[in-house]
């Protein structure tokens, strides 16, 4: 963890989980984030690569939830990516730079950069950080691959940086978050811990040492609850929001 102080607005703000998407709109699509904007909320997006090396705003590895393509997202470049529509709607995935220029600093972003424990994170953390140099507006970084922070921590160290924690979601980093040397290793300036796991004792621990707690995903009034009363701010969507 970091010694600095993180900013007011990561705990200022509730965030709404890929965009404010539902029926007619599609998550972490442009239209998303025009509705979070409009319904004053901050933005959690997520990063997926093309094969040319470009950010793209996608959350999934594969293209068959949210397009009528089949194959993995890293398989095609960001033309044949961004010629795609979401489905439903007459939305495409947009590039990490096409997605600033709509937030336009308006509302806060944080930026979720996907990993797997065998998945090289430096291409995608030298594009990301290259798309957000010179972005004016509230922004930060966060994976649940504690490599992400780290490599922020080191190539970019002053912008804001997250861990994503989960003890219940199989992804490959269950409960890496609570181990000491990986916060050491990491040096996140704030965690975002899954809803389901608030009650650890770490993420308590965290909190109380007077660090930024998020959580995630807050889909019902029941997590809303549990998130406002252990956490300092809500990644939300759906029935989860206020």
Known sequence: MTARPAPDWLTG????????????????????????????????????????????VFHDW????????????????????????????????????????VIAGQVPLLVE????????????????????????GA?????????????????APDGIRGLVGTDTHENGFQGVWR????LSQAQPDFLAIDVRDLHRPEAAAWRAAGHPLLT??????????SGLALADALIAEGEGLA
């Open 13 to 56: 703000w509730e965030f709404a989980h890929r965009g404010l998407h539902g029926p007619g709109g599609a998550e972490n699509s442009l239209a998303a984030a025009e509705g979070a904007i409009a319904r004053g909320m901050g933005i959690e997006c997520d990063i997926q690569m093309s094969a040319d090396g470009v950010p793209i």
């Open 62 to 101: 594969e293209l068959s939830r949210l397009t009528s393509v089949e194959g993995m997202v890293g398989a095609q470049t960001a033309a044949a990516l961004e010629a795609l529509h979401l489905l439903g709607t007459d939305q495409h995935p947009s590039r990490l730079v096409d997605f600033l220029v």
């Open 113 to 136: 950069i996907k990993s797997l424990p065998d998945y090289d994170v430096t291409p995608s953390c030298k594009a990301v950080a290259s798309a957000i140099a010179d972005y004016e």
């Open 139 to 155: 922004v930060a970084v966060m994976s649940f691959d504690p490599r992400v922070p780290e490599w922020f921590a080191h190539n």
């Open 179 to 182: 181990k000491p040397d990986v």
């Open 216 to 225: 995630w995903t807050v889909r019902s009034p029941d997590t809303r609850a």
